[in-house]
Structure formats: structure tokens, C-alpha cells
């Protein structure tokens, strides 16, 4: 009877009411609306950010004001939003730039010969030798500072790692079976390139981007941070939390806990939308 | 010819050294190109607005010759580069002294912060990594791996500046910022002070740098523990621990060690940050200063000089794996 009831047991099947991929479907469309919702709520606030209040200055954060106020009476969670919206633009713009290059320095390395992919290789190298932020805090002083210093640095430092994922796709895709016998049935380089390489290197380049974002915000919050970035008068999160540090010792500690606290889950956000795609497109990571 | 056992490796060695060699160069003539590029005027930046409306022409014409502002870009980094191979970088713009000067005591204060951060931070991802590993699935695993994942996302800053906020203003056990006291002199700073000062901003980048090795090391472990030998291992009664000890550790050891030392870039850009918070006085807050300050000759020292540490490091690495791995070891692989 009893080894009966452990077999009964072993065979239940339980049935997941969403299965992993619908699952992580959910998870990605989550991720998506919410974002979408900080950077539309962040662009419609418009002046709410930056009006002043002396009437309510230096406010624990309550119902009305959830992340406190200022000391100048401003509404943190309506600052919070408008610069982690602006964050958000900025990291956009720069992932997006950053991807393009590597496509092209990526596709060019894995095909134009050896010569044309030692020099890439040693540019990778090179971008890579100085440390990041240093390499932003350059490109931002060789523009002068400020938001077109932050943008341009942002955009044009984050595609080395990216130019090595494709660089690297496209040479494994060059010696795979399926690709020597469409050449070998003359079809042209073109027609190969179009109908066998894009389709399986276009997803990657495509998860590849996604996950540049975290970083391109990161960066871009650090250099704001620093002093490199935003001008004051904007209420970029990193100029918040640059800000708060001068009220941190009296005891302010909303100031820079809230921002911050949404930058990560920002960041948190746009990592959990990268894996989730990753996850739908490759079937190698499907699993985990 | 492949004579000897270690041939491979010192055919690497040498063209790694002729590569970084290349690299740093061009290092120096980007950042070089950079910092000329800055509409940032050296002139103003060195007398100051009030300067500027006081000087004479003559004057004027002098600086601008000091600085070079009137040779050509290519002569004018010809110059510097003859200088810099000789040890001469030039004169810090904020600091009066020479850039040579500034960079080696702010390096030493950076080294101190990062080689703790380092080592603390190799050490405790390693032991969390084999602990998820190991109990793969479970809720310490899933713990450890999330707060790795968690940590990741982390801005440095914020978690600098929470610290801060939770060790100084809340608990008031450590002190705000300043690694020299107002009104101490910085001969007469004691060590306990310094260690003080040191706690906060290492602890930062420790808890910063733990996520990415502990990941690594995590991956490394599960591969093993999937591994035949292990099985059988397991199959004659060994214990876990001896398990770990005798066949886990010297396979994932390695590829730790090298993760941790190409991590370096990323601890130096964790330091950067955290420097500034507390306001610890190393490279990273002396380029923040410099960069803000238009300061470019230090500026482009201290860009110099990380990188060579940056390279250093990846150097490091492959050549530790170079040494293990007998097939880059006996050349049949080149790098």
C-alpha cells in the first residue's frame, strides 16, 4: 500500500498555471511598462520639479510629499522622476549609438580580413585599457562638461564589449556547416549574409543593447555625480545625490535614500528586461 | 624553436609586452588629443579670472609660450612624451608641484583603498561563490545570488553615501570624510587615524566588487559539482568539505584569481567614486579635481598611469593562466 501511494506521487503531474516562458514574457512586460511609466510621468511633471516652497521646506517624506521635500521646499519624488527620466533619454540615446558602432566595427573585424580585425582588436584593447569612468571624465572635459559632454561620452564609450560579443558571433557563424554550403551552392555573399548571418546575429545585437542601458544610466548618473555631467539647474538623479551629500551630516537621509533607491531599480529593471528577452530569443539560456 | 617546457610562455610574454607597450602610447596620445581638444583655456585656469583681467599683454604672451599654446599639437605632445619617458609629466596646474610628485602620494593613499578592497573582496566572493555552488538551489544559494545580482545594479555612489549615512551621521562610530583631521598636520596623523578613514570607503568597494567574482565563482563551482570525478568521490563517502579541499578548489581557484586581477578597471572606477564621497585623497578624487578643475597635465598623468595599472593587470592574468594552462604553456596556443 505504501509503495503503491509513493508511485501515485512520483507521477502527479503538477501543472504550472504559466509556464516559463509566459512567464518570463510577463516579467519582460512588466519591466517595459514600467519604465515606459517612469519616463512618461518623469517628462509630463514639467515645473512641479523645480518649483520651490518655503512654506514646506525640509518635510520627512509623509503622504503628501512620499520622498520628502528639499530644502528649498521642492518635491523629491516629482525630482526623482524628472531626472531619472531624463537618465533614462540620455541612456537610450547612448545605447543605441554604442550598439551601432559595435554592429559595425564588430561585422567589419569578423569580415574585411586579418589585418582590418588586428586593428579593431587593438582599439577594443586600447578603449578598454583606461578605466571607464576616466575615459568618460576625458571625452566630457575635451567637450567643455556639461550635457553635451555627458551625452557624447555616454554614447560613443560603451561598445567595446558589445563589438567583441558580434565580432565573435559572426566568426563562429562563418565556419558553421550551413553557412560553407550555401556558399558552396553559390549563393552570393549578400544573399548569405541577408538570409543566414542577420537572423541569428540580429537577436543578440538586440539583447546586447538592452543590457548597454544599465550601464549607459550608471554612467551616466556617476558622471553627473561627479560633477561632469548636468548642469545644476537640472534635476538629474545624479545631482540630486551630489546635492544631498551637503545635507547628509544634519540628518536628511531621504534626500539621497529615494532617488537612489529608484536609479536601482531603474537599473534593476532594464537588467531583468535584457535577460527576459535574452531568455525568449536564445534557447540555450531558456532554462535557467 | 619549442625548446623546454615554458617556451610558449615567454613568446607570449614578449609579444605582450610589445602590445602594451603599443597600448600605452596610444593611451597617451588619445588622452593627449583629448585634453587638447578641451575649450578649457590652461591660462585661465591657472591664474584665475581675477588674473586674467590683470595681466599685461606681455605676460600673456609668456604663458601662452609656457604652455605651448602657440606650437603644434604634434611637436607640442612630442614634447611631453620626451619629458614623460624621462619621468617629467609636467606641473600640476591646482597643486603647484610637479605632476610626477602629486600622482606618487595620491597613488600610494589609492593603492591602500583598492589592494584592501582587492584582496577583501576576492576573498569573500570566492568563499559566498563556493557556498551557492555548492548548495545549488537551495535558499543560501539563492541569497548569495541575488544579492550578487542585486549588488550589480548598485550605483557606488549611493551605496557610498548610504554607508556614510548609516556609520557617521546615524551610528556616529566613523567619521565623516577628511583622512586628515582639520586643524592635524599630516605628518602627525596616526595610524589608527588612517585605518579609521580607510574603513568606510574599502568597505564600499568590497561589498561593490564581491557580486562580479562571486557570480564567476558560482558557475565555475556548479560545472564542477556536475563533474564524474566528483561523483565518485562522492560515491566513496567523502565528506563535502574534503570534497571542496581536494577536487573543487584548485580547478576554480585560478580562473578566480584571474577574473579578480582583469577586475582591476572596475575597482578603479569604484574608487573614483567612493574617493569623492569620502573625500579620501587618491588618483581618483585628484582626477575629479583635475577634470574640474581644468588641471590637464595631471589630468592626463593620472590617465597615463591608470592605464599602465589597467594593463598590469590584465598582463597578470593571462600570464597566470599562461603558466597553468600547459597548452598556452608549451606554445601550441598563441595568444
Known amino acids: 500500500m505504501d509503495n503503491a501511494m509513493a508511485v501515485t506521487v512520483l507521477q502527479q503531474h503538477h501543472r504550472k498555471r504559466f509556464n516559463q516562458r509566459s512567464q518570463t514574457i510577463m516579467y519582460m512586460t512588466f519591466g517595459c511598462s514600467f519604465l515606459l511609466a517612469i519616463a512618461v510621468i518623469g517628462t509630463m511633471v514639467g515645473d512641479i520639479a523645480i518649483t520651490t516652497n518655503f512654506t514646506q521646506k525640509n518635510l520627512l517624506p509623509s503622504m503628501a510629499h512620499p520622498f520628502g521635500t528639499d530644502w528649498l521646499g521642492r518635491d523629491m519624488l516629482f525630482r526623482t522622476l524628472k531626472g531619472m527620466s531624463i537618465s533614462i533619454y540620455i541612456g537610450l540615446f547612448a545605447s543605441v549609438i554604442s550598439a551601432v558602432i559595435a554592429a559595425i566595427l564588430g561585422a567589419a573585424a569578423a569580415t574585411l580580413g586579418r589585418k582590418v580585425d588586428a586593428v579593431i582588436t587593438w582599439l577594443v584593447d586600447l578603449v578598454m585599457g583606461i578605466p571607464h569612468l576616466l575615459l568618460l571624465i576625458l571625452i566630457s572635459y575635451a567637450l567643455g562638461r556639461g550635457t553635451l559632454g555627458v551625452i557624447v561620452a555616454v554614447a560613443i564609450s560603451h561598445w567595446p564589449i558589445l563589438t567583441r560579443v558580434i565580432r565573435g558571433e559572426i566568426l563562429q557563424l562563418k565556419e558553421a556547416n550551413y553557412v560553407k554550403v550555401a556558399d558552396k551552392l553559390g549563393r552570393s555573399k549578400v544573399e548569405i549574409a541577408v538570409k543566414h548571418m542577420i537572423p541569428h546575429v540580429f537577436p543578440q545585437f538586440l539583447v546586447g543593447l538592452v543590457l548597454l542601458f544599465p550601464h549607459a544610466i550608471l554612467h551616466e548618473a556617476a558622471l553627473t555625480f561627479l560633477g561632469f555631467g548636468l548642469p545644476p539647474e537640472q534635476p538629474g538623479i545624479g545631482i540630486i545625490l551630489s546635492e544631498s551629500m551637503k545635507y547628509l551630516s544634519l540628518g536628511m537621509w531621504w534626500l539621497a535614500l529615494f532617488p537612489g533607491l529608484v536609479l536601482l531599480m531603474t537599473v534593476l529593471l532594464f537588467d531583468l528586461v535584457g535577460g527576459s528577452m535574452r531568455k525568449i530569443i536564445d534557447p540555450h539560456s531558456a532554462h535557467d | ?335
Open chain 2, 1 to 335: 624553436m619549442n625548446i623546454g617546457q615554458y617556451s610558449g610562455i615567454f613568446q607570449y610574454i614578449g609579444k605582450s609586452i610589445i602590445k602594451i607597450t603599443s597600448l600605452l602610447i596610444a593611451v597617451s596620445i588619445l588622452s593627449f588629443i583629448l585634453v587638447s581638444l578641451s575649450p578649457v583655456d590652461p591660462i585661465r585656469a591657472y591664474i584665475g579670472e581675477v588674473g586674467m583681467a590683470n595681466i599685461t599683454a606681455e605676460k600673456l604672451a609668456k604663458l601662452e609660450a609656457y604652455f605651448g599654446l602657440n606650437t603644434p599639437p604634434v611637436e607640442r605632445y612630442w614634447n611631453w612624451f620626451s619629458d614623460f619617458v624621462q619621468g617629467n609629466m609636467g606641473s600640476s596646474l591646482l597643486y603647484r608641484q610637479p605632476v610626477a610628485s602629486v600622482i606618487s602620494v595620491k597613488f600610494m593613499n589609492s593603492m591602500v583603498l583598492m589592494i584592501t578592497a582587492w584582496i577583501f573582496s576576492g576573498i569573500l566572493g570566492f568563499t559566498l561563490g563556493i557556498i551557492a555552488g555548492l548548495y545549488r538551489g537551495r535558499w543560501i544559494d539563492k541569497l548569495i545570488k541575488g544579492y550578487s545580482l542585486l549588488i550589480a545594479s548598485t550605483p557606488t555612489f549611493w551605496l557610498a553615501l548610504v554607508l556614510l549615512m548609516i556609520f557617521s551621521v546615524w551610528l556616529q562610530l566613523l567619521p565623516i570624510g577628511l583622512s586628515v583631521p582639520i586643524g592635524v598636520n599630516a605628518a602627525e596623523v596616526s595610524i589608527f587615524d588612517s585605518i579609521k578613514h580607510l574603513i568606510l570607503p574599502a568597505l564600499t568597494l568590497s561589498v561593490i566588487g564581491v557580486a562580479g567574482i562571486t557570480l564567476h565563482t558560482r558557475e565555475k563551482m556548479i560545472d564542477i559539482m556536475g563533474e564524474d570525478y566528483i561523483l565518485f568521490a562522492k560515491a566513496l563517502g567523502k565528506s563535502r568539505i574534503s570534497i571542496v579541499r581536494h577536487h573543487a578548489l584548485r580547478n576554480i581557484m585560478l580562473p578566480a584569481i584571474t577574473l579578480q586581477f582583469a577586475s582591476i578597471s572596475e575597482i578603479f572606477g569604484g574608487s573614483v567614486l567612493v574617493e569623492q564621497v569620502f573625500s579620501y585623497p587618491g588618483l581618483g578624487k585628484a582626477a575629479v579635481s583635475a577634470g574640474l578643475g581644468g588641471d590637464a597635465p595631471l589630468l592626463l598623468g593620472i590617465a597615463v598611469i591608470s592605464a599602465a595599472l589597467v594593463f598590469t593587470g590584465n598582463f597578470t592574468a593571462n600570464i597566470l593562466y599562461g603558466f597553468i594552462d600547459p597548452r598556452i604553456r608549451r606554445g601550441s596556443i598563441h595568444g
